[in-house]
C-alpha cells in the first residue's frame, strides 16, 4: 500500500508542482490523498504469473520450444502463408495494425494482442475461449483465419521428423495416423454443412478416431499456449512511478512525465476509468455494451459480442472442464459453473482489454473503430455514436474532458508500456526442439 506521508507529500509536490502547463491542474500535494495513492497502488505492478491447471505442460521449456516454432509456422494454414504472427505480429505489440486482419481471408474482428494474456480470465472480444490453448486452436480452423483443419495438423505433425521429435518428447508417442480411410488428409468439425468436405470427412470418422485427433490437436493448443505464457512485459513507466511513491524515490516518481501524472489523476478520479479497467491488468476481466456505432469495414455491424460467445464457451469440447483439459474439476478453473447466458443483457458486450501496452496496438476497440488514443478518450468524453444492438452500458456517461484532459490521459495511457520479453521470443527458432542446455 501506498503510504501518504510528509515525505511523499514533498517528493510529489517537488517533481509535479513546476513548470505545469498552461491549463492544466497544477499538481499539488493536496491532490495525493490517501484515496489517490490507494487507488494508483491498486494498478501496479503487474503480479505473478497465475497457473494454468487445465494444461500440463504450460510451464514445460519443450512444449513452449514447439509452440513458438508453430506460432511461426505459415504450413499452419490453407494456402502456405498464414501463421499466428501473421496477425500477431511482434513488431506491433503481437496484434495487427489493420482494423481487420488480412489472412486466408479477412478477420470478422480486430485483432488483440496475445501479450500478458496468460493473466485473461476468458479469450476472445466475445469470451468464447476460457484458456490461452483453447483460444490457440480456433484460428487454425477459421476459413477466414488460417483455414487449416486438424486432420492436416496430426498428418503434419506425423510426417514431419523434427515435429515429431519435439511432440514426442513432451506428450509420448503419436497415434499411427497413416491410413487415411480411418484418418482423412483433411477434415475437422467446420462449419455446419455437411456436404462441406473437411466436415463430411470428418463425421465419417469412427468417434474412437476422432478422440485420437482432438487430443494432439488440443496438445498443440496446449504447447502455443506455452510459448505465450512468456510473452510477458517488463515494469511500465507507470509501475515505476508507484514503486517510487511506495519507496520515497524521486528518481523513479520522475519517471513519470508532469502529463501523465495528471492522467494517473483522472484515470483514478473525474474520467471514472476504473470502473472498467481495473486492478493491476487495467481490466475488470468482463464485458460491457459501450455504444459504438459502425464503421464501413465492419464484418457484421450487428455484432452480438457475448451474447454468443457465452454460449460457445460452454459447448467447446475444449474447454477447462472438458475432456481435453488437464484438470476438468479443478475448483480454481470454476468459471463455467457460475457462467450465465443473460440473454438480452450481454447483446453487444464485448471484453474490457487490458490496457497494458495499449499504445503499441492501434487501432483501437473490437472493430478497430479509431486509429488513435486521442480518438478513443474522445469518444468516452462525448459518448456521440449509439450502439447498433443492445444498450450502452449505463453507467457511462459523457465525461466532458478538456483537449488538456485529454492529453493529460493519453500521456497517461502510454506510459502503461512495458518492456517487451526477450528478443529471442521475438522471430521463429531455427528448430521445434529446446535448444540444449
Known sequence: MIRLTKTNLILVFLIGATGCESGSESLTPSVWTQEVLANLDRLSPLGVLPSDPTNAVADH????????????DTRLSQNGEVACATCHTPEHGFADELPLSKAVGTTKRHTPTVLNTAYNRWFFWDGRA????????????????????????VHLISADPQLRQAYEGIFGPLPDFSDTTRFPSKGGPIGKDLNYPPLAAWVGMAPADQTLVNEVFSNLGKTIAAYERKLVTGPSAFDVFVEGLETNDPDKVATLSESAQRGALLFVGKALCTRCHSGPELTDREFHNVGLGPRDWMADPKDGGRAGGAGQVIADVFNGKGNYSDAPADPT?????????????QIGQFKTPSLRNVALTPPYMHSGHFETLAEVVRFYSELDENPLVGHREEVLEPLHLTDDEIADLVAFLESLTGELPD??????????????P
Open 130 to 153: 476460457d484458456s490461452q490453448w483453447a483460444q490457440a486452436l480456433k484460428p487454425l480452423e477459421d476459413p477466414g483465419e488460417h483455414g487449416f483443419s486438424r486432420l492436416e495438423f
Open 333 to 345: 478453473n470454476d468459471k463455467l459453473t457460475y457462467l450465465t447466458l443473460a440473454g438480452a443483457e
Open 423 to 436: 528478443s529471442a521470443l521475438l522471430t521463429k527458432p531455427d528448430s521445434p526442439l529446446p535448444p540444449n
Open 61 to 72: 521449456p519443450g512444449a513452449a520450444a514447439l509452440g513458438q516454432f508453430l506460432f511461426f
